[in-house]
């Protein structure tokens, strides 16, 4: 890769990532929605899927971040106010904790009775907290919020590219694409 290509564009595996992870969010949000407000047979299989897929998120995202820290990243844009660029780092960095800790969060709901979790019902993952169900309502509770803090926290980021897309009109979305 070239000196310009480094200095204007995420390594490729940052961007796979990122838009991995995207897509899952993507899917796992309505799947969480749905296997909450469905008969309790029918959330089997929502609930398997938002599972296993939130796992995934979870080692993507460790991945993503070795990427992000053995990798060059592009500079802010020229021109970009500093304020803008401090909500922007920040937002960034708030998606990347929430994202590693919802799934932590949520695996720790679906294993707080001592029970081992079948990641796609063929992977062994111990619980981590044995048996705690006393935890119940707590941990869901902060799986639910968090759930929606990332929801506001994609929406922020959205939005960002909206504007250096629309008002801005520069060539930050190309970074990531």
């Known amino acids: 890769m070239n000196v310009e290509t480094r200095q204007h564009h995420y390594h490729p595996a940052a961007k796979a990532f990122h838009w991995l992870v995207a897509v899952l969010v993507f899917v796992l949000w309505p799947l969480g929605l749905l296997g ?42 020229a021109g970009m106010p500093a304020g803008l660029a401090s909500l922007a780092y920040l937002n960034q960095w708030l998606l990347y904790l929430a994202l590693i800790c919802q799934p932590i969060i949520g695996y720790i709901l679906v294993t707080d009775h001592g029970s081992t979790y079948m990641w796609f019902g063929a992977v062994p993952i111990p619980s981590l907290v044995g048996k705690a169900p006393g935890i119940d309502h707590f941990v869901a509770d902060l799986h639910t919020y968090l759930g929606w803090t990332i929801l506001v926290l994609v929406g922020l980021h959205l939005l960002g590219m909206l504007y250096h897309r629309v008002i801005r009109q520069d060539d930050t979305l190309a970074r990531m694409t």
């Open 36 to 77: 909450a407000s469905l008969h309790v047979d029918a959330t089997k299989s929502f609930f398997f899927w938002h599972e296993a897929l939130g796992v995934t998120v979870f080692w993507l995202m460790l991945a993503r971040l070795c990427v992000r820290f053995l990798t060059d990243t592009p500079a802010k844009p």
